[in-house]
């Protein structure tokens, strides 16, 4: 019933003027006692709801902040949402959360939504490793920043983790515990996260003096368990087995672990594996799984942060600074790599 009955009808049924009814929603103070109960009984009565829309329409500037990640099938972005829902809903906005599934047209389409819907601004895990996207989107003139992702080749505000230096502490601990010939099962390699990871991992190696043959990349299509299972079934079958492997994240190591654990093949002992991300399923795991951390909770909050900002200091006398941030991450062990050797 409630979309059907407009402002006018509330003002009928109350006696009042449709400015009257206005100011009781958006000056009740300006209104007096008498007249605001009868327009409100009004209100109530009918189930009267205001348009949002039509009133970001009219004041120009939306209560919803897009967000924009890789999968929400990952945890690691459910606590992305979390952060940066959690500073939204301080600033008294809401999110609007949406799936790229690692898909460049899905990320388009749910881009162009944004600009339609004339979002405050988007936090944003590109799919698209051409930028091609973000290109487009940034003629729209709404703000967003990028999460997870270095602000490599253009000037918006970032957010993201050295997954350079976390790519090395992986394999440096792999490394220190007797390994010399490890696999990377490594996700879509057009992701820069993906990239990264695999550039510490060979730093790492080549500190130990060991060169990049060290290292065996098993590429996946996706990011998740069911893509580790694959690399997992891979790995078995290689000839020259490596004593360890590498996983871009965690939906990935887990799958390698249940790759292991149905073919009977031990981890630690036989299979050492170190995951990336630190989701609340790593600890929970059959063999508690090493995994490097990623401060997900925080870098959604600092993202939002940052678009928030940004957003207050539109036509301000002293305009918006873009930022980099990038955080550390950091290797939580536990007994998926500790082997003896």
């Known amino acids: 019933m409630s979309q059907s009955v407009g402002i006018k009808d509330v003002a009928r049924a109350a006696g009042v003027s449709v400015g009257t009814v ?11 006692t008498e007249t605001r109960a009868r327009v409100q009984s009004a209100i109530d009565r009918l189930g ?19 967000l924009l990640v890789l999968d ?22 809401g999110v609007m959360v949406c799936n790229s599934a690692q898909n460049p047209g899905e990320e388009a389409d749910y881009l162009s939504l944004f600009a339609e819907q004339r979002v405050r601004g988007v936090l944003l895990t590109p799919a698209d490793a051409t930028g091609r996207n973000i290109e487009t989107f940034r003629r729209h003139g709404i703000p967003f920043v990028l999460v997870d992702r270095v602000a490599e080749g253009t000037t918006e505000c970032s957010v993201s983790v050295d997954d350079v230096a976390g790519g090395a502490l992986a394999v440096r601990h792999l490394v220190d515990a007797g390994h010399r010939s490890i696999a990377y099962v490594s996700g879509p390699p057009g992701l820069n996260q993906v990239r990264d990871r695999r550039t510490g991992a060979l ?21 998740d368990v069911a893509a580790g299972r694959d690399a997992g079934a891979r790995l078995l079958g290689l000839a020259d087995r490596p004593t360890a492997v590498f996983c871009a994240n965690d939906l990935l190591a ?18 050492a594996i170190v995951g990336y991300d630190d989701i609340e399923f790593a600890a929970a795991a059959a063999v508690p799984l090493t995994s490097v951390r990623q401060p997900a909770v925080t870098m959604g909050a600092m993202a939002a942060d940052l678009l928030l900002e940004e957003t207050e ?26 082997s003896a050797r």
């Open 254 to 271: 887990l799958g390698v672990l249940q790759a292991m654990y149905a073919a009977g093949v031990g981890v630690p002992d036989d299979l």
């Open 22 to 32: 206005s100011n009781v929603i958006n000056r009740p103070d300006t209104v007096a």
């Open 203 to 223: 730093e790492a190696l080549a500190e130990a003096g060991l060169g990049p043959d060290a290292l065996r990349e098993l590429p996946t299509e996706r990011l």
């Open 313 to 338: 200091a539109e036509g301000a006398v002293k305009p918006h600074e873009h930022r980099r941030v990038v955080l550390q991450p950091e290797l939580v062990v536990r007994r998926s790599s500790l």
């Open 48 to 66: 009267y709801v205001r348009s949002e829309s039509a009133r970001q329409l009219r004041a120009g500037r939306s209560r919803i902040m897009g």
């Open 72 to 93: 929400m099938g990952n945890p690691f972005f459910v606590d992305v949402a979390r952060g940066a829902e959690r500073a939204a809903r301080q600033a008294g906005l």
